[in-house]
């Protein structure tokens, strides 16, 4: 009877966690409005997201993209389709490595950066204190780090797919002597707009989700020391496992 | 700051009071089913300093809290101005803050911006000024809280006191009626307390604005404020001035105004029998 309860508590508590995210998401909506007015506090939050995170972006991109280079020059090499290489690397990095890896590269370098921000800001009063001031915390500080957030993770995801290609490109044509023509041809003539636009579309769904939960969590964070630290934890840990559900499910769809 | 100079400030005259900017009226509060307040009444006069004192956990900054509209009471009205600020939707809310500023224990200034941008943040938030003006403005209510030559630091460069009087230049930037001080003198050397009071008393009586210090320092209180509350067990227990707090006949105000350790408000948490506790094996 007990587990019963137990099942039945956490049922309701996700429910409400959900809702109550909802809500949360609508709120920032609705400051969308104000915040075309004042660019500026956007701009600066797709820098602090988007920006920063690019050097940790390109480093992953490219050994991925190596990586990708030696797998599949070794498995297509044994039917002697070699040339493939490229097909395959596109493909692969356009329709799940470069928008799921960009999201839980994001997730770990952004969204703790944007739940510790938040939440800190919150346990120091800084929140308070803009509410004291009639400056309204949602359209001052979370809906600019969502924003940006959601802007930055597409664009971090195309490049990290770009210096992916290029990394398979570096093993492939250039250290194992795949003809350069035959790589970039196949993968042209393979590589539809349905593949970019599935690409794009789930990185910017990846952006949605993995903004929207780091600022949830920062701005919901217990004000504590231990409280913030909860909160980031818990960024990762359910960006991570939301973005490899979300990831099947679109790809379901998409199929 | 000496004690003679706050006591010469305090002998200065006052102007007249203009009526009641605060009302609070029959105010019940609780959280997770404890009562924090049950039946609180207290009114704060307009262009006076009104000190709000109580034991620790009395619900002091709840009560501040209230009176911005941070939080709701669960029962009765809390006026701001004739305004009742707990029925307010957020828009209006929002409105009505702008005529509020508060002083919070840590200063709460932003740390993603120096003691200018500080400073100037309600101003680029609420008006359109050019930036010159803003300048202008910011680098005034620098000057009167003496910190207009910290004004490039960044905010982990400022000490406890500095953190506050540029908090206090930043609650003035916007010129309110009613200035919140919630324990402003916590933490500071005996220099700071000196600054912070004649700042809070020179604000109050050169602008002509309304202030409420929350605080359980006795001594400052008796030297700043003009009329003072005693909040316990969720109630006024005591009120008026300094002089009559003193010779108060109630238990409770007495032991808060002498700093007596045994009391009304004990010096035990409540607990089970000790002995009984040592020999049991339960923490």
Redo the contacts between chains.
């Keep these: 009877m007990s587990q019963l309860r137990e099942v039945t508590d956490n049922i309701r508590e996700f429910v409400r966690i959900v809702g109550a995210m909802v809500l949360f998401l609508l709120r920032i909506l609705g400051q969308v409005p104000r915040l075309v007015m004042r660019p500026v506090l956007v701009i600066e939050q797709i820098y602090n997201t988007g920006a920063l995170s690019l050097v940790i972006i390109m480093t992953c991109g490219l050994f991925i993209g190596m990586v990708i280079g030696l797998q599949f020059y070794d498995i297509l090499a044994r039917f002697g389709s070699e040339e493939a290489v490229g097909v395959g690397a596109a493909l692969g990095l356009l329709k799940e490595l470069g928008p799921v890896v960009t999201a839980l590269l994001f997730a770990g370098r952004a969204g703790t950066a944007l739940a510790s921000e938040i939440g800190l800001?919150r346990a120091?009063?800084?929140i308070?204190?803009m509410?004291?001031?009639?400056?309204?915390p949602i359209y001052?500080v979370v809906a600019p780090r969502f924003i940006g957030g959601v802007i930055a993770m597409p664009l971090l995801a195309a490049i990290f797919i770009g210096i992916g290609l290029f990394g398979t490109q570096l093993i492939a044509v250039q250290q194992l002597g795949v003809e350069a023509n035959s790589f970039w041809s196949q993968m042209r003539g393979s590589v539809h707009i349905d593949d970019v636009s599935d690409g794009i579309i789930k990185s910017c769904v990846f952006g949605v989700a993995c903004s929207l939960i780091a600022v949830y969590e920062g701005y919901t964070a217990i004000p504590t020391a231990e409280g913030v630290g909860r909160a980031t934890t818990r960024t990762v840990v359910t960006s991570a496992v939301l973005i490899l559900i979300l990831d099947y499910m679109l790809t379901a769809v998409m199929l | 700051m000496a004690r003679s100079n706050l006591v010469d400030m305090q002998a200065e005259p006052l102007p007249a009071a203009t009526g009641t900017l605060v009302e609070i009226k029959d105010v019940h509060y609780e959280v997770g089913g404890r009562a924090i307040f049950s039946g609180l009444n207290l009114s704060i006069p307009r262009g006076r300093i009104t000190a709000i004192m109580g034991p620790s956990g009395t619900g002091k900054t709840t009560l501040m809290r209230l009176i911005t509209g941070q939080i709701k009471p669960t029962r009765g009205q809390v006026l701001f101005d004739g305004i009742n600020v707990s029925t307010l939707k957020l828009g209006d809310l929002y409105k009505l803050r702008m005529r509020m500023g508060m002083l919070f224990q840590n200063g709460a200034l932003l740390t993603d911006r120096n003691v200018f941008e500080n400073v100037a943040f309600p101003l680029r938030e609420h008006t359109k000024l050019p930036n010159e003006l803003i300048r202008h403005i910011v680098l005034t209510k620098l000057q009167a809280v003496g910190l207009r030559g910290a004004a490039g630091l960044e905010v982990p460069e400022l000490s406890g006191g500095m953190a506050r009087r540029v908090a206090l230049a930043r609650a003035m930037a916007t010129d309110p009626e009613l200035l919140i001080y919630d324990e402003p003198f916590t933490g500071l050397d005996p220099i700071s307390m000196g600054m912070i009071v004649r700042l809070v008393r020179q604000m109050n009586y050169a602008l002509g604005i309304t202030s409420i210090v929350v605080s359980h320092d006795v001594e400052e209180l008796s030297i700043l404020a003009d009329m003072s509350y005693i909040i316990a067990s969720g109630k006024v227990v005591a009120s008026g001035s300094f002089v009559e707090l003193k010779d108060h006949p109630s238990e409770i105000v007495n032991q808060f105004m002498n700093g007596l350790a045994d009391g009304p408000v004990a010096f035990h948490y409540p607990a089970p029998d000790y002995f009984e506790q040592l020999l049991s094996r339960k923490a």
């Design positions: 800001m120091t009063d800084q308070s204190a509410e004291i001031m009639a400056v309204d001052r």
